[in-house]
């Protein structure tokens, strides 16, 4: 199993960017799927989680301005971010547990990291 994810940019406060994962590879199914973000200098943090049926959870960071969706059909995360703020820069990974089609067990996988950059 395979992330690929993308989207990630330079912005200016207050802009918007999108970032999309998506999963490949032989896959029997994908639970939950997520993105987490690193600073420079800083641990890996979550940033929020969506369930295949779509429950979702949010850092308290970013609710209200971050919405997490994913197109199942697809095996796709998105991340869409809206007013975005000096502090949302980082590294963005997505993540999803995932059932191979060759062991039937769910394993953690993790995307490459996208950049988002914000400036002031």
């Known amino acids: 199993v395979q992330l690929q994810a993308s989207g990630g940019g330079l912005v200016q406060a207050g802009g918007s960017l999108r970032l999309s994962c998506a999963a490949s590879?032989?896959?029997?199914?994908?639970?939950?799927m997520g993105w987490y973000r690193q600073a420079p200098g800083k641990q890996r943090d979550l940033v929020a989680t969506?369930?295949?049926?779509?429950?979702?959870t949010y850092a308290d960071s970013v609710k209200g301005r971050f919405t997490i969706s994913r197109d199942n059909a697809k095996n796709t995360v998105y991340l869409q971010m809206n007013s975005l703020k000096p502090e949302d820069t980082a590294v963005y990974y997505c993540?999803?547990?995932?059932?191979?089609?060759?062991?039937?067990?769910?394993?953690?996988?993790w995307g490459q990291g996208t950049l988002v950059t914000v400036s002031s």
């Open positions: 969506i369930t295949s049926g779509g429950s979702t």
């Open positions: 993540n999803a547990r995932a059932i191979p089609e060759y062991v039937r067990l769910e394993y953690g996988y």
């Open positions: 590879g032989s896959i029997f199914s994908i639970n939950a």
